[in-house]
């Protein structure tokens, strides 16, 4: 149960945009059933369905809040299926929205996720219902009741089957190599990777001698510390504030420059 005496949180993740209403009436939504709520957009520009972009979106994110935050996330292109809503449940923080994948950073990164509810209990949900708004019918309303005191077995029983979703992992193809992809664009065109930063220490620390280079689109990068590090357009790297690997374009767009996708390998290597 949430502790009643400190303002509850809800952070909100969708694909919505800002021309339609939709994120407001999700927000009319939440206060009406509890006024104390506090909420936070995370980003409602996530692209349209994109469930792993809200996946990636989430994992970077949700740590930065206080405990016992809970983060509603819709992107929900599977909307009045037979596809399940859920609330995941982890020792700090709770997380509501559909059984489609999106929360399947949340799974891998805790070491015991407490479980995962499948919600069922009609009464938290909004007294009539359309077919293509869980988002406002069902998940923010259960966001809300949450946050009101509701037990977390109230909203229905507990299932194993969740859906994940597999993201790609780093290779080891020596031991003076890192090879990893671009997994996540963003608005600047920063190419954001999987490899993380302690990957890359752990790679120099077994030869202090040697220097790191990153190789990507047969373009090899020097590391930097910092964007204005570098004065001209070419193509660099650095471990970004999420952690990260990441390659940039000094006041580019290093995506829309260098072709780079989604999916693009990205190489580091310890050179002599």
Same mark, same amino acid.
């Given at each position: 149960?949430?502790?009643?005496?400190?303002?509850?949180? @809800?952070?909100?993740?969708?694909?919505?945009?800002?021309?339609?209403?939709?994120?407001?009436?999700?927000?009319?939504?939440?206060?009406?059933?509890?006024?104390?709520?506090?909420?936070?957009?995370?980003?409602?520009? *996530?692209?349209?369905?994109?469930?792993?972009?809200?996946? %990636?979106?989430?994992?970077?994110?949700?740590?930065? #809040?206080?405990? $016992?935050?809970?983060?509603?996330?819709? =992107?929900?292109?599977?909307?009045?299926?037979?596809?399940?809503?859920?609330?995941?449940? +982890?020792?700090?923080?709770? #997380?509501?929205?559909?059984?489609?994948?999106?929360?399947?950073?949340?799974?891998?990164?805790?070491?015991?996720?407490?479980?995962?509810?499948?919600?069922?209990?009609?009464?938290?949900?909004? &007294?009539?219902?359309? &077919?293509?708004?869980?988002? !406002?019918?069902?998940?923010?309303?259960?966001?809300?009741?949450?946050?009101?005191? @509701?037990? +977390? +077995?109230?909203?229905?029983?507990?299932?194993?089957?969740?859906? +994940?979703? &597999?993201?790609?992992? =780093? /290779?080891?193809?020596?031991?003076?190599? *890192?090879?990893?992809?671009?997994?996540?664009?963003? !608005?600047?065109?920063?190419? @954001?990777?999987?490899?993380?930063?302690?990957?890359?220490?752990?790679?120099?620390?077994?030869?202090?001698?040697?220097? %790191?280079?990153?190789?990507? $689109?047969?373009?090899?990068?020097?590391? $930097?510390?910092?964007? /204005?590090?570098?004065?001209?357009?070419?193509?660099?790297?650095?471990?970004?504030?999420?952690?990260?690997?990441?390659?940039?374009?000094?006041?580019?767009?290093?995506?829309? %420059?260098?072709?780079?996708?989604?999916?693009?390998?990205?190489?580091?290597?310890?050179?002599?």
């Amino acid at each position: 149960m949430l502790d009643q005496n400190t303002p509850p949180l @809800i952070t909100l993740t969708t694909d919505f945009g800002y021309k339609d209403p939709f994120v407001g009436m999700m927000k009319g939504v939440i206060l009406k059933i509890n006024p104390k709520a506090r909420i936070v957009d995370i980003t409602h520009d *996530i692209s349209p369905h994109n469930i792993r972009e809200a996946a %990636l979106t989430l994992g970077m994110s949700y740590n930065f #809040f206080p405990p $016992k935050t809970v983060h509603v996330v819709v =992107v929900d292109p599977g909307v009045g299926s037979n596809r399940r809503p859920i609330l995941v449940i +982890t020792d700090h923080h709770y #997380f509501i929205g559909p059984d489609n994948g999106v929360f399947s950073l949340v799974y891998s990164s805790h070491s015991e996720t407490l479980g995962v509810v499948q919600i069922t209990s009609e009464h938290y949900f909004m &007294p009539h219902r359309g &077919p293509t708004f869980h988002g !406002r019918d069902i998940f923010a309303p259960a966001a809300a009741w949450l946050t009101r005191g @509701i037990e +977390t +077995t109230k909203f229905g029983d507990m299932i194993t089957d969740y859906v +994940t979703l &597999p993201f790609p992992s =780093v /290779s080891l193809p020596t031991n003076t190599t *890192i090879e990893g992809e671009v997994v996540y664009i963003d !608005r600047f065109g920063n190419a @954001i990777t999987n490899i993380k930063g302690e990957a890359l220490n752990t790679l120099y620390n077994t030869n202090t001698g040697g220097k %790191l280079k990153v190789v990507s $689109k047969g373009k090899q990068t020097d590391l $930097k510390n910092y964007y /204005s590090e570098v004065a001209d357009k070419g193509l660099y790297s650095l471990v970004n504030s999420t952690g990260y690997l990441e390659l940039f374009v000094y006041r580019g767009n290093a995506a829309a %420059l260098f072709d780079i996708k989604i999916g693009d390998i990205v190489g580091v290597m310890l050179t002599g």
